[in-house]
């Protein structure tokens, strides 16, 4: 009986395919899903690790250059953002940045709570790792960015502020600059700028918004009559070689597959950061005489950052230049606090501000496409229109970043208000806004 069945069945597919071919339509030939490569999917994943822990490296590079009574209060900011941004994104955050397009400026609401992101390929932006993979990911970049605005307004904000401040932040700003270089149809990326992991969605993004923090909220008490010192470079540092180590995911993941361009762009994250940490210590030797060890760690942070929108797109020479340049660049750009008065707190304007726009502009010069074929020669390979696309990003974000953030701030001021009580700030963030210490020696 089912030799019979067996028989029958293959002489009906047998005349499906016939008709199908008499008729000249593809009877039995639906279009085979796309396949995950297995190999891939586990480089994002574990790249995408690598990028969360990025976060709490942050909060320990912050935490130790502050004093001893905000060292809590500093790194909860950082370790709290992992947890709420991570929902919004999750919610909608991936969607705005993501989502098919709406006017060029944001994604839309179709895979709000990740409707629609699921194991099977998004041919848009991965084609050989699941769509949730890639979500991931890019939920990654979305925490560690307002995480590194907190460098700007360190050891005056309220808890409440900064929470409000995050997610408005996150809504309003990271999510449309993210969809107008990386998202179809933004209108950044259909222009042809180039960024390979952030340089311009997360650096400049996030250094331009610090900028708006320190001023909007104003000096710290004492400052700059007073000396405030760093309570623990050993933090400082051991955060920053984190950094440097978790950076390689956030560079060579932003390749989404395990294969040359990873492994290129793994090999330029590394040059830059070793070039700008020794150029930090040389500017800073030329300046005053010594090499601090602080400097050493901005050094390596400043190169990392300028090498991010550049890594997936230039070689090696060209990534000991951009290091090379940008330990320098960042190194005079940190003082600009103090010439011009502002408490960029943690320097994180001075470094992920210019060191990004010196980065996104460096790109324009050096990119190859014998490097990348899917980006773009650059200045030195005959492209001048390229360094211009690059002039228009940065400014773009630059300014964009800026002024709705001020904004935001503003909103919140008038709500929940922003700065801590002086009596709150003398007392410092660690007991007034958690009631802990972070060190108690009795």
Not at 85 to 98: C, D, E, N, P
Not at 158 to 183: E, N, Q
Not at 192 to 220: E, K, P, Q, W, Y
Not at 281 to 296: D, H, N, Q, T
Request: glycine share 14%; charged share 10%; aromatic share 12%.
């Amino acid at each position: 009986m089912r030799t019979c069945t067996g028989w029958k069945r293959s002489i009906g597919i047998t005349m499906a395919v016939g008709l199908g071919l008499t008729l000249g339509t593809p009877a039995l030939a639906a279009t085979p899903p796309i396949e995950v490569n297995t190999g891939d999917t586990a480089w994002l994943l574990a790249s995408s690790a690598l990028v969360l822990l990025m976060t709490p490296a942050l909060a320990l590079f912050y935490g130790g250059m502050v004093r001893t009574k905000n060292v809590l209060g500093t790194i909860m900011q950082s370790f709290f953002i992992m947890g709420l941004v991570s929902i919004q994104w999750a919610l909608f955050g991936y969607s705005l940045s993501f989502a098919p397009d709406v006017g060029h400026f944001v994604g839309g609401l179709q895979w709000v709570g990740l409707a629609g992101v699921g194991g099977e390929p998004n041919a848009d932006y991965a084609a050989t790792v699941p769509h949730q993979a890639f979500m991931v990911f890019q939920m990654m970049f979305a925490v560690i960015t307002p995480a590194l605005i907190t460098g700007g307004c360190a050891e005056r904000m309220r808890f409440s502020a900064f929470v409000w401040f995050t997610l408005l932040w996150c809504t309003l700003v990271y999510d449309p600059i993210a969809h107008w270089v990386w998202g179809m149809g933004g209108w950044l990326h259909d222009m042809g700028a180039l960024d390979f992991a952030g340089g311009t969605v997360v650096h400049i993004n996030s250094g331009f918004a610090a900028l708006a923090a320190a001023i909007v909220m104003g000096r710290r008490l004492g400052y700059p009559s007073e000396p405030i010192l760093p309570h623990n470079l050993t933090l400082t540092v051991l955060g920053a070689g984190v950094l440097w180590f978790g950076w390689f995911g956030f560079n060579a993941g932003s390749a989404l597959a395990s294969g040359a361009l990873a492994t290129s762009a793994f090999t330029a994250t590394h040059l830059a950061a070793a070039t700008a940490t020794v150029t930090w210590c040389l500017a800073e030797y030329l300046a005053r005489g010594k090499a601090s060890v602080l400097g050493a760690a901005s050094g390596a942070v400043a190169g990392l950052v300028a090498i991010t929108p550049a890594s997936g797109f230039v070689g090696p020479i060209p990534a000991i230049l951009i290091g090379g340049g940008v330990g320098f660049v960042c190194y005079w750009a940190v003082s600009l606090k103090h010439a011009f008065g502002y408490d960029d707190s943690l320097d994180a304007f001075g470094v992920h501000g210019v060191g990004g726009a010196f980065g996104a502009l460096a790109t324009g010069i050096f990119a190859s496409k014998a490097i990348n074929a899917a980006g773009g020669n650059g200045l030195l390979y005959g492209n001048a229109g390229q360094l211009v696309t690059q002039s228009v990003g940065v400014v773009a974000t630059a300014v964009y970043s800026f002024v709705v953030t001020v904004i935001i701030l503003k909103i919140v001021d008038a709500t929940v208000g922003l700065r801590v009580t002086e009596d709150d700030e003398i007392i410092g963030l660690d007991l007034s806004q958690h009631g802990e210490v972070g060190y108690n020696l009795r």
